[in-house]
Every structure is written in C-alpha cells, then in structure tokens.
C-alpha cells in the first residue's frame, strides 16, 4: 500500500514557476514507477511525465518541465517552468508497480492532487 500527498501547487503569473512535491508513504518507493497527470475543468485526465528507469513527457511540456525522484526522501517532483496559462489544472502523483505508462488505469495509488492555476 501506498499513500500519495502532493503540495507545492498555487497561482502564478504565466512564465513563473512551480515546484510540485509528492511524498509517499511505504518502504518500496523505489521500486514504483510514477507519474505526473493534471486533469482541467471538462477534460480527460492527462499525462504529463513519468519515470521509471526513464523519464517521458508530453509534448506540451518538453523543455518546460522536469520529473525527478528522491528515494532516500519517498518524494517525486515536478518542477514546472515557463507556465502557461493552458497548464491551469489539478495536478496529480501517481505510482505504478508495474512499467511507466501514458495510461492512467495502470497506476494503482493516486495523490489527492493540487490546484495549478496560471493568470495571462
């Protein structure tokens, strides 16, 4: 089992930056891919970057965000620069015990998520 809880999320002025934090309780951290996902007002969850043995983004994000991990700490980070006002979204941590995946049903722990919000 394995608890998820992100912080870090808040409002910010396009081209401003964020850090998002998402500490996980449990033993195995390491042994867990993860995954960033954000989900917007009427929209479909979205993924935005995931690790495991390599890390993947969304176009969206490339050059813009970077996902990294802390095991020592059980902590995942998304640290977002260059915001966009199209980033506004809940954003949320999630771990896999199986391989990295684009797809949100092969993510079995899920954090609470954190509010994003952008202004132009």
């Known amino acids: 089992q394995v608890r998820l809880v992100e912080s870090g999320g808040g409002l910010v002025q396009a081209g401003g930056s964020l850090r998002l934090s998402c500490a996980a309780s449990?033993?195995?951290?390491?042994?867990?891919?993860l995954g960033w996902f954000r989900q917007a007002p009427g929209k479909e969850r979205e993924f935005v970057a995931g690790m495991s043995f390599t890390t993947y983004y969304v176009d969206s994000v490339k050059g813009r965000f970077t996902i990294s991990r802390d095991n020592a700490k059980s902590t995942v980070y998304l640290q977002m620069n260059s915001l966009k006002p199209e980033d506004t979204a809940v954003y949320y941590c999630?771990?896999?015990?199986?391989?990295?995946?684009?797809?949100?049903?092969?993510?079995?722990?899920w954090g609470q998520g954190t509010q994003v919000t952008v202004s132009s």
């Open positions: 999630a771990a896999s015990s199986g391989t990295m995946s684009n797809w949100p049903a092969n993510y079995e722990y």
């Open positions: 449990g033993r195995t951290f390491s042994r867990y891919a």
